[in-house]
């Protein structure tokens, strides 16, 4: 037993030896938790003698199941583990397989991926002619998901016995799930608390089956998660969790880290010792993070030496930011270190660009983790195929995006142009003109003249101007807007402000499309050494759970990071939840950390660009800067988030109650039926529906 407890220290000792009861474990970055729960399972089997068979332990993902499944075997004898350590969703699978003949469902139900749920969507969607530019598939499926939430649908819509007595496209939806017997990761939940709470044998059976539940990232739980563990939990009312609510950084998909912070428990234990990142990384980390309010105190501590000061750079673009990383991790490799070594985070993938170009030009290997290289992503190629159309005729080009967005214009179509440009030998678009005067298509004939009109001005006209007409007059922005896909615009919007800075910086050149095609071409060419060894990058909610011996935090500018658009829409608790993922993206480090932002215009606050707020809460003795960081740079920041901050402060006015009635300029008379203090805004009842509406826009009706 001794052997259990040798590579632990006090504090995780004294956490693995409480077995009974409700108890709550307070781990930060980096002090071993994935140990502790190891440790404590193997404690319950070997010194307890409980069964495996008995134990739940849940993971929040396959990935982090299979290290403790790992972890586990290598401390319990063989044969003494089980499948009880899995995912929630996993866990919930078993329990259906075993309980769900009770609502009428075979065995083998289907388990749906989020591309079948957007194949029914599509189904329902087109039955009820429900257009692209009414609703997207994502909206719809977004719809469903909070009628799910909102409503007790398994009752109503998903038993063999269900009478539908009205069929819309949401009824629909559920129909089709029901006829395939077919349930979504959301009703892998929901169905698992609908039989525990609808059949007490069901209940009385898990409940005293699982005689010890443990839970890892317990902070990243969302309600209905909650509700299921603590159902199990309900009988032996021995519930282990563990978590950072410093590192909660999914509330926007529905987390709620307060209920790890309210969580009524026996006892309490802070693991605080960090054994990844030097003394000075993790004092960067805490003077950050402290500036938060929803947490539970603690102060991450080490005894690894202290090693090198964390570095702030200040660059006087985007492109001399991402050439100094890249400088950086050169020297890096001089003297030592492997590619593999460093990576470089962000908060939103577009900001990968600049840092890309900058690495391709230095030929370091490079990884986007979890993503797609810049270049390579479906609406950059598609945007560049515009371009190398107009500029060249080009074929390739032209297979590309004849039909993106839909123009009608199908394999039939296509063979016949094939057949009249090999003929002729002549272009495809040449050949698309000769065969649209016999088709009479009039979305091709609008394309063409496009087209023609665009080859007609290509050089009268600047390219990031050619392409934000062709983008817009095509219809493909207005595709993309209505998929409703953030990041696949903000890609677009980068690679315009990108060829906007190629003309700034080649304004004394004479270029055009062309060259600026072929310059582009050396940065998208992938014919470099794939070498294993290669420089990581990846979004900052990639990188959890991720640990290198150097990293670099690029795009360090207000209203980026933190995220003015993040606080716009769920204010306080959008700010804290980005400053977590400052303190969860430093404490990625181990040896080296590398701060990093720059000059220039910044398109999502449409200002110019000034340091994040975060470096400013940073005390001044724990960075070195370097760069030329003016005093009135930091003073735009303090102008910024004066701004941004008074919309998450406004003046205070009187909040109404649910059930008072309103009245609104436009929408008439309604009742209050929901009031959410944390988002500011109150979901009324109209004549013509519901809306959500904030409090400053009703008048209360006396």
Same mark, same amino acid.
């Given at each position: 037993?001794?052997?259990?407890?040798?590579?632990?220290?006090?504090?995780?000792?004294?956490?693995?030896?409480?077995?009974?009861?409700?108890?709550?474990?307070?781990?930060?970055?980096?002090?071993?938790?994935?140990?502790?729960?190891?440790?404590?399972?193997?404690?319950?089997?070997?010194? &307890?003698?409980?069964?495996?068979?008995?134990?739940?332990?849940?993971?929040?993902?396959?990935? $982090?199941?299979?290290?403790?499944?790992?972890?586990?075997?290598?401390?319990?004898?063989?044969?003494?583990?089980?499948?009880?350590?899995?995912?929630?969703?996993?866990?919930?699978?078993?329990?259906?397989?075993?309980?769900?003949?009770?609502?009428?469902?075979?065995?083998?139900?289907?388990?749906?991926?989020?591309?079948?749920?957007?194949?029914?969507?599509?189904? $329902?969607?087109?039955?009820?002619?429900?257009?692209?530019?009414?609703?997207?598939?994502?909206?719809?499926?977004?719809?469903?998901?909070?009628?799910?939430?909102?409503?007790?649908?398994?009752?109503?819509?998903?038993?063999?016995?269900?009478?539908?007595?009205?069929?819309?496209?949401?009824?629909?939806?559920?129909?089709?799930?029901?006829?395939?017997?077919?349930?979504?990761?959301?009703?892998?939940?929901?169905?698992?608390?609908?039989?525990?709470?609808?059949?007490?044998?069901?209940?009385?059976?898990?409940?005293?089956?699982?005689? %010890?539940?443990?839970?890892?990232?317990?902070?990243?739980?969302?309600?209905?998660?909650?509700?299921?563990?603590?159902?199990?939990?309900?009988?032996?009312?021995?519930?282990?969790?563990?978590?950072?609510?410093?590192?909660?950084?999914?509330?926007?998909?529905?987390?709620?880290?307060?209920?790890?912070?309210?969580?009524?428990?026996?006892?309490?234990?802070?693991?605080?010792?960090?054994?990844?990142?030097?003394?000075?990384?993790?004092?960067?980390?805490?003077?950050?993070?402290?500036?938060?309010?929803?947490? /539970?105190?603690?102060? &991450?501590?080490?005894?690894?030496?202290?090693?090198?000061?964390?570095?702030?750079?200040?660059?006087?673009?985007?492109?001399?930011?991402?050439?100094?990383?890249?400088?950086?991790?050169?020297?890096?490799?001089?003297?030592?270190?492997?590619?593999?070594?460093?990576?470089?985070?962000?908060?939103?993938? %577009?900001?990968?660009?600049?840092?890309?170009?900058?690495?391709?030009?230095? =030929?370091?290997?490079?990884?986007?983790?979890?993503?797609?290289?810049?270049?390579?992503?479906?609406?950059?190629?598609? $945007?560049?195929?515009?371009? =190398?159309?107009?500029? %060249?005729?080009?074929?390739?080009?032209?297979?590309?995006?004849?039909?993106?967005?839909?123009?009608?214009?199908?394999?039939?179509?296509?063979?016949?142009?094939?057949?009249?440009?090999?003929?002729?030998?002549?272009?495809?678009?040449?050949?698309?003109?000769?065969?649209?005067?016999?088709?009479?298509?009039?979305?091709?004939?609008?394309?063409?003249?496009?087209?023609?009109?665009?080859?007609?001005?290509?050089?009268?006209?600047?390219?990031?101007?050619?392409?934000?007409?062709?983008?817009?007059?095509?219809?493909?922005?207005?595709?993309?807007?209505?998929?409703?896909?953030?990041?696949?615009?903000?890609?677009?919007?980068?690679?315009?402000?990108? /060829?906007?800075? %190629?003309?700034?910086?080649?304004?004394?050149?004479?270029?055009?499309?062309?060259?600026?095609?072929?310059?582009?071409?050396?940065?998208?060419?992938?014919?470099?050494?794939?070498?294993?060894?290669?420089?990581?990058?990846?979004?900052?909610?990639?990188?959890?759970?991720?640990?290198?011996?150097?990293?670099?935090?690029?795009?360090?500018?207000?209203?980026?990071?933190?995220?003015?658009?993040?606080?716009?829409?769920?204010?306080?608790?959008?700010?804290?939840?980005?400053?977590?993922?400052?303190?969860?993206?430093?404490?990625?480090?181990?040896?080296?950390?590398?701060?990093?932002?720059?000059?220039?215009?910044?398109?999502?606050?449409?200002?110019?660009?000034?340091?994040?707020?975060?470096?400013?809460?940073?005390?001044?003795?724990?960075?070195?800067?370097?760069?030329?960081?003016?005093?009135?740079?930091?003073?735009?920041?303090?102008?910024?988030?004066?701004?941004?901050?008074?919309?998450?402060?406004?003046?205070?006015?009187?909040?109404?109650?649910?059930?008072?009635?309103?009245?609104?300029?436009?929408?008439?008379?309604?009742?209050?039926?929901?009031?959410?203090?944390?988002?500011?805004?109150?979901?009324?009842?109209?004549?013509?529906?519901?809306?959500?509406?904030?409090?400053?826009?009703?008048?209360?009706?006396?």
């Amino acid at each position: 037993m001794n052997d259990l407890f040798e590579h632990l220290n006090q504090h995780q000792i004294e956490a693995v030896k409480a077995t009974e009861g409700r108890i709550r474990v307070t781990a930060g970055a980096g002090s071993g938790k994935t140990r502790v729960l190891a440790h404590r399972y193997a404690y319950l089997v070997n010194a &307890l003698g409980i069964s495996p068979s008995n134990i739940l332990c849940v993971t929040f993902t396959n990935k $982090a199941a299979n290290e403790m499944k790992k972890r586990i075997g290598g401390m319990v004898s063989a044969g003494n583990t089980n499948d009880f350590v899995c995912t929630l969703h996993g866990f919930c699978v078993k329990f259906l397989r075993k309980e769900i003949h009770r609502l009428g469902y075979p065995h083998n139900f289907i388990v749906l991926d989020e591309e079948d749920s957007k194949d029914l969507a599509k189904l $329902a969607m087109k039955e009820f002619d429900l257009e692209a530019n009414q609703i997207t598939v994502k909206q719809f499926l977004a719809s469903i998901a909070r009628f799910k939430r909102t409503s007790p649908y398994i009752y109503g819509f998903m038993l063999p016995s269900s009478i539908f007595k009205t069929i819309n496209e949401t009824s629909r939806y559920f129909q089709l799930q029901l006829k395939s017997f077919a349930l979504d990761f959301d009703d892998l939940i929901y169905f698992t608390i609908y039989i525990l709470e609808n059949y007490s044998d069901a209940k009385a059976y898990w409940q005293d089956k699982l005689n %010890y539940i443990m839970v890892d990232e317990a902070q990243d739980f969302s309600e209905r998660n909650w509700t299921l563990i603590e159902l199990l939990s309900e009988h032996h009312k021995n519930l282990f969790i563990v978590g950072d609510p410093d590192q909660s950084i999914y509330e926007w998909r529905g987390a709620r880290p307060e209920l790890f912070l309210n969580f009524d428990s026996d006892k309490d234990f802070i693991l605080e010792e960090n054994y990844r990142s030097t003394p000075n990384i993790l004092e960067v980390a805490n003077s950050v993070i402290k500036n938060n309010k929803k947490r /539970i105190e603690k102060r &991450l501590i080490t005894n690894i030496s202290k090693g090198k000061n964390v570095i702030h750079y200040h660059g006087k673009d985007d492109a001399d930011e991402s050439d100094w990383i890249a400088n950086q991790i050169v020297q890096f490799k001089k003297s030592g270190f492997a590619y593999s070594d460093c990576a470089i985070l962000y908060r939103a993938s %577009y900001l990968s660009r600049s840092v890309e170009q900058a690495l391709l030009k230095k =030929k370091i290997s490079y990884t986007v983790w979890g993503g797609i290289r810049f270049f390579e992503r479906k609406e950059i190629k598609d $945007a560049l195929g515009y371009l =190398k159309l107009i500029a %060249y005729y080009d074929d390739l080009a032209f297979r590309r995006i004849i039909n993106v967005p839909s123009r009608k214009f199908g394999r039939v179509s296509m063979e016949k142009v094939q057949k009249i440009a090999e003929a002729q030998k002549i272009s495809l678009y040449d050949a698309l003109k000769i065969f649209n005067k016999e088709s009479g298509n009039e979305q091709i004939k609008a394309f063409i003249t496009l087209v023609d009109d665009m080859v007609a001005r290509k050089n009268s006209v600047s390219i990031s101007d050619l392409l934000n007409y062709v983008l817009n007059e095509s219809g493909y922005m207005n595709m993309i807007r209505t998929d409703s896909d953030e990041e696949r615009l903000e890609n677009l919007e980068e690679l315009l402000s990108s /060829i906007k800075n %190629y003309e700034h910086a080649n304004q004394d050149d004479e270029i055009s499309i062309d060259t600026y095609l072929q310059d582009i071409a050396l940065y998208t060419n992938a014919d470099y050494k794939n070498d294993e060894s290669t420089v990581k990058l990846m979004t900052i909610h990639q990188s959890k759970g991720l640990e290198f011996p150097i990293v670099f935090i690029c795009g360090l500018t207000e209203g980026v990071f933190p995220s003015h658009r993040s606080i716009r829409e769920r204010k306080g608790s959008a700010l804290e939840e980005e400053r977590r993922l400052f303190y969860v993206a430093s404490t990625r480090a181990e040896k080296h950390l590398f701060l990093t932002e720059s000059e220039g215009y910044n398109a999502s606050s449409g200002t110019d660009k000034y340091p994040s707020r975060f470096i400013s809460e940073i005390a001044d003795n724990l960075v070195e800067v370097e760069g030329n960081l003016r005093p009135e740079l930091l003073e735009g920041t303090k102008y910024l988030v004066k701004s941004i901050d008074s919309e998450i402060d406004p003046e205070p006015i009187t909040p109404l109650n649910v059930g008072e009635h309103v009245s609104h300029m436009v929408f008439g008379e309604g009742v209050v039926v929901e009031v959410n203090l944390e988002e500011d805004t109150c979901k009324v009842h109209f004549k013509d529906g519901d809306r959500h509406i904030r409090p400053s826009f009703l008048t209360p009706l006396v």
